[in-house]
């Protein structure tokens, strides 16, 4: 098959949409209230942690993450950890369609069987990632259009129907910075803006590692942008105490529209936002794992799309028993067990590692 | 095929033409066989007459040998053909050729075929004259402002259509034959400098391999460009209208124009190719874009109306504001169907209908209309079958599925459309977001000869290429 | 492969339609919940009313056989969602829950909590958060629901609508929407209010359809000032031109009329101002809130029963100091009647507060209800009267009685 590269466009818009993806419904973690500023300061460390994956690149002088791992750690090993990754990902995209699931069944279908939803979506998710990098980059740009479209409409629409009071944002920090660079530390960094470390798998068709970094940085940028007004529109709207309480705070938010009684009940739209995001980010996670298994096992990553996909939906049933259960293996256990392993660990052993090789061929 | 066999060079002679003939075509009643004496010569002409133009043949062809004297007497018999050709008969496509084979095809293109006995060679003189339609506005693709003009059955009316509208030495024409029954030409139509090699070349390819037996119209070949790949989309072109073809060929792409059909393809195609008219930039600019984003809103429309109406009426009443539900709610009380049967119902009847009047003779059409309007939909509802709503909603629908300026799109979307309307009334939202994003998906999969089918055109594709790889 | 993929979606398409629609509703049986009263049942039930829309007569498009828009129906149980899931033990149709405009609360259970009737509200994703909350003062919430009006209209639309327009041209009725008071009962230093209605005449006479041809109504559902709630439990209520304050003290008010007196006699001078606006300031000095409201606004003169001479620039000015003066005063009387007689911080000021002083605020956080009735209050009104519509002064012979 020909490797085509994706246009540079067509790389930063499937970036944004990537880190917007369930962020943009669910919010930041409300540990805090004050999240549109978790939101903005987590931009800093969260670049640095990018910066740190493409230097990796660029040392181990290797276009995508598996052959490096492959590489620096040895046949063994290095199976095992792009193993790892490939059940990294496939986790993750199951616990984002589970997200998805948990809001269309709460809006929009009550009595309808999770599982028939979660057979077609993981059904067209397959279709997606079957057709390869550049079948989901093109297919990125009307989605972040939509998205970003939808988004506004609800910001304009909002703004419209007079439910925006800018003075719900004060008190700004009333219980003082700490808290906000906790939770800074604890969640945003590893979600969603660690997650893109699932694009170094496929550096190779997104350009070279110097035109990947400039790109993701300004994808990163912008989807900050987005995040924290979002999380500011949110506030606006629904203030931060009401927020607390919300399961989907977009939606809340959303559900306050009202114009002339006649333009009400968004809640369409929000749902359409989140089954897009959630569509594209599922299906990056499945190439990716995908291509994993393909690299191991030698084999055509088209090969394991199916079996992959199918994994990843009975998966998503799997994973919790109820809502709460979800939050808090999101929030807690997935974070210190997986995020900042896969994230953070790894990729810093493997940096040393490559520095202490790159040493050691100078000599 | 014992006429292959034999070796024509040596024995040709007239009662071997004139048998040669017979044996090919038969006795088939427009072969016309004139004797005539040139230069002292016995000679025949043999044509189809209802290939040819006999007066010309007369005035152009037979005067001026007749008359001729003989100062060819000393010239060798084997340059009579040539001194024929250069002095009567300068100005006509003619050939020689000995092998009959190649002359009764000749002949069957309108040629005449002249034999003076004693020649070892046939003279073929183009007279040929097609009964064609004159140039006229097209049907399916008609315009308010802009060029009238249409193709027609004839390729090379056609092939002149194009070339007075592109003055460019670069335009090429290449001929190809296909079909094995009946040898229609078809000519492959390009701007050399700007084609993109790529396609081209996969053309001729697919032109070469491609064995049929008859070919007599362009929807012949669509399959043969067709994507492997399952392709829900059209990927070739159809239209009838030389300015359309004439864009296409500056935005890189290839026309095959094939003789007997007055559809012209167009290679590779793109989904915005269909949302786009020539008229849009015949004028004002703002409202020919305001136009073609209409046209992507009917498709819209037309592909999600009956679908998003059923989901929200029977799954999402929230989504309604109170007063349209009540209405709604009003309007249907008493109805005896549920909504997804009331719209496939009235889809289909509208299908009939539409059916009906295409194929009905044009006089027969008003009763249709009137049948369709006033007795199905007036009663219909009347009756309390169905309701206002929805005859709304699907009325508006099927209107929508006539915006496209290409009609073999807007039948594929009614397709669709009745995929979404089960999808919709089984899962609702959800499963027209399932459907919606299938298809978009599938739209950024297919790509015919190798590009994208969303991009938006070629010529913009190849400048973002250039700078890309600067 | 593709055939195969194509094989796969037809079964899967196929098993959808074997097994059935799930979340199926058939609009034609079913009916939608427009209003709901909620009185105390029997043994500590609760007794609930709905109104349900009859769409064929509440929109008038087929010729309709003169019947109720809506019928009411009642149910008791021990919870809100347990009563109104057992519906159908009376009513044939499913019953659609989103588009209900009104929640009517009697008094007595107002008094002993809104918490277990907001819960199921805020819970459910078919209830609006701007469906109003009304409590039903001195009558049975059940009875708002019960009077007919001409013209096809339920009680519950013509309710609402009545509620937003005297919120538009008065201010004489609080925001009452659900969300507003969830949004007050969880901000720190402001207490909700909900608007009350009352019912003024015979209920009794005005429950059938035949009563609605009198061109007097029978009964009517009045505005009636706003409930004032500590925490979730209601406490009392003000009244109509108290809650214009109160409104006007939010700065959530879009036009009203004062009737300014001009004279020692009966005199006034009706002004319409739109628009309005309020800034306040509240700071902490020693140990006590000062509250600094300023009142902005612009207005044009719509009656005077003196004989201003609003043809001149003085003329103008004196009006303008009358209001401003009228203003001060009446704010300043609402301010300390709600002091005095609750209590209970309902403007805001906690608030603003914690909003803008939040030092200050923390030190005064645990009992600032406490604090706020000993606040002291100023307030200043810079008042624009622009002009006085068609005439000058008012229209009297000159020189009479020189």
Not at chain 2, 189 to 200: A, H, N, Q, R
Not at chain 3, 141 to 163: C, E, F, H, N, T
């Amino acid at each position: 098959m020909k490797t085509t590269r994706l246009q540079p466009f067509h790389t930063f818009t499937i970036m944004t949409v990537f880190l917007l993806g369930t962020s943009i419904i669910f919010g930041t973690p409300r540990l805090v209230e004050d999240t549109w500023i978790v939101d903005l300061i987590t931009l800093i460390p969260s670049c640095a942690l990018f910066m740190l994956y493409t230097h990796l690149l660029v040392a181990g002088n290797s276009n995508d993450l598996y052959s490096l791992l492959y590489k620096i750690w040895g046949r063994l090993l290095g199976q095992i950890l792009v193993l790892g990754y490939t059940v990294y990902f496939l986790y993750i995209a199951s616990r984002n369609i589970r997200d998805m699931i948990e809001l269309v069944k709460t809006t929009l279908l009550a009595d309808t069987p999770e599982e028939l939803l979660i057979l077609l979506f993981t059904l067209v998710i397959a279709y997606a990632s079957a057709g390869g990098l550049s079948a989901i980059g093109r297919v990125a740009i009307p989605i972040s259009g939509m998205v970003i479209f939808f988004f506004l409409l609800l910001a304009v629409l909002l703004g419209f129907s007079g439910s925006l009071d800018t003075e719900r944002i004060l008190p700004l920090l009333s219980k003082g910075i700490s808290p906000v660079i906790n939770a800074t530390w604890k969640s945003t960094i590893w979600f969603p803006y660690g997650e893109i470390i699932v694009f170094l798998v496929f550096v190779n068709g997104l350009g070279n590692p110097r035109r990947f970094r400039v790109l993701g940085l300004a994808a990163m940028i912008c989807s900050c942008f987005v995040l924290t007004f979002s999380s500011l529109l949110q506030i606006c709207t629904l203030g931060k105490e009401n927020m607390k309480f919300s399961v989907f705070a977009l939606l809340d938010a959303a559900r306050q529209i009202n114009i002339a009684d006649f333009i009400t009940r968004m809640d369409a739209l929000v749902a359409f936002i989140i089954f897009f995001s959630v569509l594209l980010k599922c299906s990056i996670f499945l190439y990716a794992g995908t291509k994993g298994a393909a690299f191991v096992f030698k084999r055509s990553f088209k090969k394991f799309t199916l079996p992959c996909a199918f994994l990843i939906g009975g998966y998503s049933i799997l994973v919790t028993n109820n809502y709460g259960e979800h939050v808090e293996e999101g929030l807690k256990h997935v974070i210190f067990w997986l995020h900042i392993p896969m994230q953070l660990v790894i990729p810093v052993a493997t940096l040393l590692l490559v520095w202490i090789r790159n040493l050691k061929g100078e000599e | 095929m014992t006429t292959d066999e034999k070796k024509p060079s040596t024995d040709i002679n007239m009662e071997s033409v004139k048998e040669e003939l017979e044996q090919r075509l038969g006795e088939t009643s427009d072969l016309a066989s004139v004797t005539i004496r040139i230069f002292g010569e016995a000679g025949v002409f043999s044509y189809l007459t209802s290939m040819t133009n006999t007066a010309f043949l007369m005035d152009n062809v037979i005067k001026p040998l007749t008359h001729a004297g003989s100062p060819l007497d000393k010239l060798q018999k084997n340059q009579w053909l040539d001194r024929i050709r250069e002095q009567y008969l300068a100005g006509l496509t003619t050939e020689t050729s000995n092998d009959p084979g190649h002359f009764t095809d000749l002949i069957m293109k309108g040629y005449a075929a002249l034999y003076i006995s004693g020649m070892t060679e046939v003279l073929m003189i183009d007279i040929k004259e097609l009964e064609t339609r004159a140039v006229t506005e097209p049907t399916t693709q008609s315009v308010a402002i802009g060029p009238k003009d249409g193709f027609t059955e004839s390729a090379e009316t056609n092939i002149s259509l194009i070339r007075r509208k592109i003055q460019n030495p670069y335009l090429r024409f290449e001929k190809y034959e296909l079909g094995q029954m009946t040898k229609t030409s078809i000519y492959l139509s390009y701007v050399d400098d700007l084609v993109e090699k790529d396609v081209l070349n996969q053309i001729r390819d697919k032109i070469q391999e491609r064995k049929m037996d008859s070919l007599f119209a362009t929807s012949n070949l669509d399959t043969l460009f067709q994507s492997k790949e399952l392709s829900l989309f059209p990927t070739v072109y159809a239209t009838e209208r030389p300015d359309n073809v004439c864009n296409g060929l500056i935005d890189k792409r290839v026309a095959i124009i094939v003789n007997g059909s007055p559809f012209v393809l167009m290679v590779p195609s793109l989904f915005n190719d269909y949302f786009r008219s020539p008229e849009d930039v015949y004028q004002w600019f703002s409202f020919g874009v305001f136009i073609r984003y209409l046209r992507y809103l009917s498709f819209l429309i037309s592909l999600c109306m009956p679908a998003l109406y059923i989901a929200i009426t029977c799954y999402h009443q929230e989504l309604i504001p109170t007063l349209l539900l009540t209405s709604i709610a009003a309007q249907r009380q008493g109805i005896p169907f549920p909504v997804v049967f009331e719209v496939l119902v009235l889809e289909i009847t509208f299908e009939i209908l539409r059916e009906a009047g295409t194929r009905m003779p044009r006089i027969i059409g008003q009763s249709i209309s009137i049948a369709g309007a006033l007795v199905l939909g007036q009663a219909a509802v009347l009756a309390g079958f169905v309701s206002n709503v929805s005859l709304i909603v699907v009325s508006l629908t099927v209107i929508s599925g006539f915006v496209s300026p290409i009609y073999s799109f807007g039948a594929r979307i009614r397709l669709f459309r009745y995929g979404l309307i089960i999808l919709g009334s089984i899962l609702g939202l959800f499963g027209i977001f399932l459907a919606v994003a299938f298809l978009l998906l599938h739209l950024s999969r297919i790509e015919p000869f190798g590009i994208p089918y969303l991009t938006s055109s070629l010529t913009k594709r190849a400048k973002k290429g250039e700078r890309n790889a600067a | 492969m593709l055939r195969k993929g194509l094989l796969l979606f037809m079964a899967v398409i196929l098993c959808l339609l074997q097994s059935g629609c799930w979340d199926w509703v058939e609009v034609n049986q079913s009916s939608m919940l427009t209003g709901m009263a909620i009185e105390p049942g029997k043994n500590g039930m609760l007794k609930l009313t709905m109104e349900v829309l009859n769409p064929a007569e509440a929109q008038r498009v087929q010729s309709s056989s003169g019947g109720p828009p809506t019928l009411l129906y009642t149910m008791e149980g021990k919870s809100i969602s347990e009563a109104s899931s057992r519906m159908n033990e009376m009513v044939e149709r499913k019953i659609i829950y989103s588009h209900i405009h009104m929640v009517v609360v009697d008094e007595s259970i107002a008094r002993k909590g809104l918490n277990q009737i907001i819960d199921v509200l805020q819970r459910s994703r078919f209830v609006r958060e701007d469906v109003l909350i009304l409590i039903a003062k001195d009558t049975p919430a059940s009875d708002v629901l019960k009077i007919m009006y001409p013209s096809g209209q339920y009680s519950s639309w013509k309710l609402r609508m009545q509620i937003i327009h005297f919120y538009r041209s008065w201010g004489g009725t609080p925001k009452s929407t659900l969300y507003n008071y969830t949004d007050a009962i969880l901000s720190e230093g402001r207490e909700p209010v909900l608007a009350a209605i009352s019912v003024e005449g015979e209920v009794n006479n005005s429950e059938n359809s035949k009563d609605t041809t009198s061109s007097i109504p029978r009964a009517i559902v009045k505005c009636a000032g706003s409930a004032v709630f500590k925490e979730d439990k209601l406490i009392g209520f003000i009244s109509v031109p108290d809650t214009r304050l109160l409104n006007m003290i939010r700065d959530k008010i879009t036009g009203t009329s004062f009737a300014v007196p001009v004279d020692k006699k009966q005199g006034v001078a009706t002004i319409r101002m739109d628009p309005i606006h309020t800034t306040m300031d509240v700071t902490l000095e020693s140990g006590r809130p000062q509250v600094k409201l300023s009142i902005a606004g612009e207005g044009h003169v719509s009656s005077i029963d003196t004989d201003l001479p609003l043809d001149t620039a003085a003329g103008y000015r004196q009006l303008e100091q009358m209001e401003s003066n009228f203003l001060n005063e009446q704010v300043k009387s609402t301010i300390s009647r709600v002091q005095r007689e609750f209590g209970v911080d309902i403007f805001g000021f906690g608030e603003y507060m914690n909003r803008h002083h939040y030092s200050e605020y923390k030190l005064v956080k645990q009992d600032w209800n406490g604090h706020f009735k000993a606040a002291e209050i100023e307030v200043s009104s810079r008042i624009v009267i622009s002009r006085s519509d068609l005439k000058t002064r008012r229209l009297n012979k000159p020189d009479v009685g020189q």
